[in-house]
């Protein structure tokens, strides 16, 4: 089984030096405890006002 992770910059969390975030903490979670892929696919840099605001679009 696998999970996956979407979001903006908070999902993807770079600045958490001791263990990588949110995300991250959870996949370490899951991992200790069940077999489970935790997949982090948050963006760096990006939040879901840029998303929501269809600035990500190419013309």
């Known amino acids: 089984m696998s999970i996956c992770i979407f979001g903006d910059s908070i999902t993807w969390e770079g600045s958490d030096l ?7 903490r959870l996949k370490l979670y899951i991992s200790e405890r069940y077999d ?20 990500n679009r190419q013309n």
């Open 18 to 24: 001791e263990k990588g975030g949110w995300a991250e």
């Open 36 to 55: 489970i892929e935790v997949y982090n696919l948050g963006v760096s840099g990006k939040t879901l006002i840029y998303f929501s605001s269809g600035q």
